[in-house]
Each structure stands twice: as C-alpha cells, then as structure tokens.
C-alpha cells in the first residue's frame, strides 16, 4: 500500500503556488508520485468566495465536493483498488469538466497530492487536516509569504489575469498559519522568495513517514480575549500598518498608498475580531512577535 501525504497550500494568487507545485512535479529522481489538483481548473470563483463560512454559493458548494472526491481518491489508493480510482476519476472529469491526471505508478508508489488552492480561511485548512487524520495520511502546509504588490504585479502578467480586487480582499481575509497561536500550525513550511525544495522533499518525506494519528478532530470552544489584551494587540497593529505604509510610500502612488491603507485597517480590523473570539496558548512576552506573524 503506497504512503500518502496531502501537501495544502496556503497564499493569494500570484504568491507561487502553480510555480512551485510545476517544481515539485519536475524535481529529479524524486521517489513518490504527484496528484496536482489544481482549484483553477475545476472550480470558478464566484461572487459568494469571499463569504465561504456563511454563503453556501457556488463556490463553496463546488469545494465541498472536489473535498470528498479527493477523499475517495485516497481511499482508492489505501484499498490498492484500481477499478475504483478509476470511477472515481471518470465522475471527476464528468462533474469538473476537466480531468485530473494520475500516473499509472501511483498504486505502487508514495503518493503527494498537491492542494493549490488560496485556503485563506483556517476552517478550509481544517477540513483537509480532518481527512487527514480520518485517514491516517501524511500532512503538510506550505504557506506562501508573498507581499500584496508582488502578487498583483505577477497577476499583472498572466494571460488571463485575475480581478484585483479579489486578490485584495484575499489578502485581508488571509489567515495566516500560525503555530503559536493555533494548533495544528506548529509544522509549516513558509516560503517568502525562494523555495528551499531539498527541505521542502525532506519534510515531506517525514510527513510520508509519519502520518497523522487516526482519530477524530476534537471540537473547541473558544474563549473571548480579555478587553486589555485586545487593546495591546490593537496598538501592535497600528504600529504595523505605520511600519508597512512607511516601506510601501517610495513605490506606491498617492491613491495607491491611500487605497492600501484602507486595506491594511481592513485586515487589522479582520485579525482582532479573529482574536478577541479565540483563546490565546501564547506568554505576553511572545505576543508581539505572533501578532506580527499573523499580520
């Protein structure tokens, strides 16, 4: 029975992410097999994306089913059950409208399958960490620290590019992996320029080698943040957006700094109402440096 580990990706468009899923399927002499799902080719963003935990819009509804017919995907693969992989991809493309590509190795080899999606929410993160541990597989996120004018400008270039205030909204409601502060993210790969691809093989061949535990994902109840603390995480933030606007005025234009702005209050805005509805595993004396982070 191959190994199996779900590599999630994690960052707007134009941060990476086909970039680095095309490396990791050129990468030589690799010793496991690649499932690209690639969001872009089976699923359209629609007006209801940006409101995915309380519209069940298109968009979302169109997630929940790629979510489950990947989960068939790899139970396929744990039952070494060729005739059902085959149905079950034969369906795919029917209700896609495209095809996935799966290589005629991968139900004798390890298997990655590469999740190149934006999940710029925790809970679209959650549900794959659920099949995840449901199936006692390996997991991995590889988060993609790309700044907002370098995903606009690489959007910029795309032969069909992407509207930019989507990519705009994405970055504010980006909720950054962040294992100080959730758990879950302790182990994360975070990529800013450069992509260190013999660590990124190296993680995932411990993830291969160390698959999740197989047990139900416990429900928590969050804890309101006291008000004083909330005041302090607010302070750090205005300083922040202040340290932000002062790098970002010798590139930007009057309206583009003026427009970026109101982005960066946005997503201060966002992150304290993230914070104040959860309880805090993090000392005072870390606390601005994970505020940072999520940021």
Known sequence: MPRICLNVLVGIPGSGKTTYCQQI????????????VCYDSYIKI???????????????????????????????????????????VARWSKQF????????????????LLIDDNNYYRSMRREWQ??????????????FDTAL???????????????????????MRLEKPNGKLYQREEDVITVQE???????????????????????????????????????TDIILRKLISKKMVEAKDSMSKQELQFFAKILQERKRRILEQIRKSELNVTEELMNSAVEELF
């Open 149 to 171: 004018s370098t995903a606009i400008q690489r959007n910029r270039e795309r032969p069909q590019p992407i509207d930019e205030q989507i990519i705009n909204q994405m970055w």
């Open 97 to 112: 409208e495209n095809e996935l590509h799966i290589s005629s190795n991968a139900m004798i080899s390890d298997v990655v």
């Open 194 to 232: 450069n992509v260190e691809y013999d660590r990124v093989v190296g993680q995932i061949e411990y993830c291969l080698e160390h698959p999740q535990e197989h047990s139900a994902v416990p429900k928590t109840v969050a804890e309101p943040m006291e008000q004083s603390e909330v005041h302090k």
């Open 25 to 36: 399927v050129a990468l030589p002499r690799r010793q496991f097999e690649v499932v690209h």
């Open 46 to 88: 629609d007006v209801n994306y940006d409101k995915f935990r309380d519209v069940k819009g298109l968009y979302k509804v169109y997630r929940q089913k790629l979510l489950s017919y990947v989960e068939m995907i790899i139970l396929s693969f744990k039952e070494n059950d060729q005739s059902k992989l085959n149905e079950v």
């Open 130 to 143: 659920k099949i995840a541990s449901k199936l006692a597989i390996g997991y991995l996120e590889t988060y």
